[in-house]
């Protein structure tokens, strides 16, 4: 089923363009965003909503992360995402106005199912979005939106994080409009945005062979911070996730923010860090911070590896290596920037002689509390 490729992880990244292509398939008509998974949920019922509630873990955890930025933005609604595990056990304030939306790929993770059913038992609407057909976490929801990825066999959950982020930015869009809060040309700029993403992963893939060369050199590492900002953040958590479990080598990721708060200790000569830098287009002037940033951990020695947009020239003087992303709005930029991230641990995991696809100690659904 690898389909020549030589792992599963492998085959699975490489579908990205098709996982989002097919999440937004059929759910933009005439340029609105249609989704008939949400019938149950009137207008009226979504104009009412007061706050959302995302609860899932892991990589699922960071596209909700992501996802915040962006219904925040566009639906003018509070989100927070909490981790299923945390949720459950804090008697967490449940009020009629808040949904609770659920990411899970498999559909089956215990601590979100438990999650979703004590949301359901205080009288929270729920919403799932996953990727297994007539899993256990919709079944228990009031609504579900599927992504379409098709099946992810490898533990590292890759294409199933893009096509989650996608159906939760539809999800916001309809919101958005449902709510009046985005002016309709705003919104068809945001669909057609979400529109050109697969185009755009397939150029981003098509650096991998250079990320594989960093990666190879690099197999000696020991540790790895990532840095980002904003949406940019969430990204750089999921770069470390992906390289602790699949290369098993110690890795944070942090807000670039916080780096005087604590986290610029650790930079040392030699350290790499990868930075995910926001585009120099975006609205807040994050660009010049970041770039700040950069300029800080490589005055003590650090080792950058930038992210950082076609064009964005700020970033050379002061990066070792620079890794291009097509441009895209800023809030579509993670969509981008995850990809090379997951192609560095993937590679790392194979220069390292390691099971890419079943990494020791871990379960591709954690069907356990
Ligand atoms: O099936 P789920 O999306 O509920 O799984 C959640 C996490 O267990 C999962 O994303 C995990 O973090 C992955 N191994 C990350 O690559």
Same mark, same amino acid.
Not at 33 to 39: A, G, K, Q, T, Y
Not at 147 to 165: C, L
Not at 248 to 268: M, R
């Given at each position: ?178 709510? !009046?809060? @985005?002016?309709?040309?705003? +919104? $068809?700029?945001?669909? %057609? #945005?979400?529109? *050109? ?41 999921? !770069?470390? @996730?992906?390289?602790?479990? +699949? $290369?098993?080598?110690? %890795? #944070?990721?942090? *807000? ?49 590896? $930038? ?6 020239? *700020? ?55």
């Amino acid at each position: 089923e690898k389909g020549g490729w030589s792992s599963f992880m492998r085959k699975e990244v490489a579908e990205q363009p098709d996982a989002v292509a097919n999440t937004i398939r059929g759910r933009i008509v005439d340029g609105e965003v249609h989704i008939p998974e949400l019938e149950s949920f009137g207008d009226d019922e979504l104009r009412g909503v007061r706050r959302i509630t995302v609860v899932a873990c892991g990589t699922a955890s960071y596209a909700g992360q992501v996802a915040k930025y962006a219904i925040e933005q566009w639906a003018r609604v509070p989100v927070e995402v909490e981790l299923s595990h945390e949720f459950r056990y804090r008697e967490p304030v449940i009020d009629d106005g808040t949904l609770v939306l659920s990411i899970s790929q498999s559909g089956e993770t215990m601590d979100t199912l438990m999650a979703v059913k004590y949301a359901r038992e205080q009288g929270a609407r729920t919403i799932s979005i996953c990727n297994t057909q007539g899993a256990t976490i919709p079944r228990e929801s009031d609504a579900v939106v599927y992504t379409h990825a098709g099946p992810e066999v490898a533990v590292a959950s890759t294409k199933a994080f893009v096509a989650q982020i996608t159906a939760l930015y539809l999800f916001g869009l309809h919101l958005a409009r449902v709510r !009046g809060t @985005l002016a309709p040309e705003a +919104l $068809a700029d945001a669909l %057609a #945005e979400l529109q *050109a993403i697969p185009a755009k992963i397939e150029t981003v893939l098509g650096q991998s062979e250079r990320v594989a060369e960093l990666a190879h050199w690099m197999a000696d590492t020991r540790s790895v911070l990532f840095l980002g900002r904003h949406v940019g953040f969430p990204i750089a958590m999921e !770069g470390a @996730l992906k390289l602790k479990e +699949l $290369a098993y080598i110690h %890795a #944070e990721g942090f *807000a670039a923010g916080e780096l005087k708060h604590g986290p610029i200790a650790l930079i040392e000569p030699g350290q790499p860090v990868f930075v995910v830098v926001p585009s120099p287009r975006g609205s807040a002037n994050l660009h010049p911070k970041v770039v700040s940033n950069i300029q800080e951990i490589r005055a003590r020695g650090a080792r950058v590896i $930038a992210i950082a947009e076609e064009g964005d020239a *700020a970033v050379l003087p002061y990066a070792d290596e620079v890794i291009r992303i097509p441009l895209a709005a800023p809030l579509f930029e993670p969509l981008l920037a995850v990809v090379p991230l997951q192609v560095f641990a993937m590679e790392l995991s194979q220069a390292k002689g390691l099971d890419v696809d079943q990494p020791r100690n871990l379960a591709k659904s954690v069907t356990v509390e």
